[in-house]
T-cell receptor, first 112, second 111 residues
């Protein structure tokens, strides 16, 4: 199993541009989540999903959209990038009802 | 939202020394987890705790779920260079078992 994969690894955007961060998992996990990590801080939850077609907001959802059309994929969309969205983004997945989440390697995003 | 206070923020220790870090919260939680993050990687789960008072080991790592359910600590014995990284505590809550993370403890092991 590849586990949780994320693409791209690095990305630079200009303010106002849009892009999609990709996340996929091959463990048949029901739950998937997106976190952002800023210097000196722990990871903060952006959006999460408990199954295909079901998404919900986390602690810091503003400026991000998600959808979950399949069990395997959970893309994160930035519609109009802002410098405040410069961060490292992590995707995670887990079996339904379990707390133990497995993280991808991250996407480092810089918005200029 | 929930807030976790993790300390210390950073530690510089000699190889072979023992390490202790802890996390506290103002609320009661039923699950505490400890993760380690190495540079350029995502967090990796070290230990999960589900019962107040529970003491769990994973090799040289030992973690405890506080009896009040408001705290947890992680000990690393006989540190080695590969222990370097950021250690995060986290709690799980909500119907989707969402994670809330502490701010992390940056561990440096000096040879």
């Amino acid at each position: 199993n590849a586990g949780v994969t994320q693409t791209p690894k690095f990305q630079v955007l200009k303010t106002g541009q849009s892009m999609t961060l990709q996340c996929a998992q091959d463990m048949n996990h029901e739950y998937m989540s997106w976190y952002r990590q800023d210097p000196g801080m722990g990871l903060r939850l952006i959006h999460y999903s408990v199954g295909a077609g079901i998404t919900d907001q986390g602690e810091v959802p503003n400026g991000y959209n998600v959808s979950r059309s399949t069990t395997e994929d959970f893309p994160l969309r930035l519609l109009s990038a802002a410098p405040s969205q410069t961060s490292v983004y992590f995707c995670a997945s887990s079996y339904g009802g379990e707390s133990e989440q497995y993280f991808g390697p991250g996407t480092r995003l810089t918005v200029t | 939202g929930q807030q976790l206070n993790q300390s210390p923020q950073s530690m510089f220790i000699q190889e072979g020394e023992d390490v202790s870090m802890n996390c506290t919260s103002s609320s009661i939680f039923n699950t505490w987890l400890w993760y380690k993050q190495e540079p350029g990687e995502g967090p990796v789960l070290l230990i999960a705790l589900y019962k107040a008072g529970e003491l769990t080991s994973n090799g040289r790592l030992t973690a405890q779920f506080g009896i009040t359910r408001k705290d947890s600590f992680l000990n690393i014995s006989a540190s080695i260079p590969s222990d370097v990284g950021i250690y995060f505590c986290a709690i799980s809550s909500g119907s989707a078992r969402q994670l809330t993370f502490g701010s992390g403890t940056q561990l440096t092991v000096l040879p």
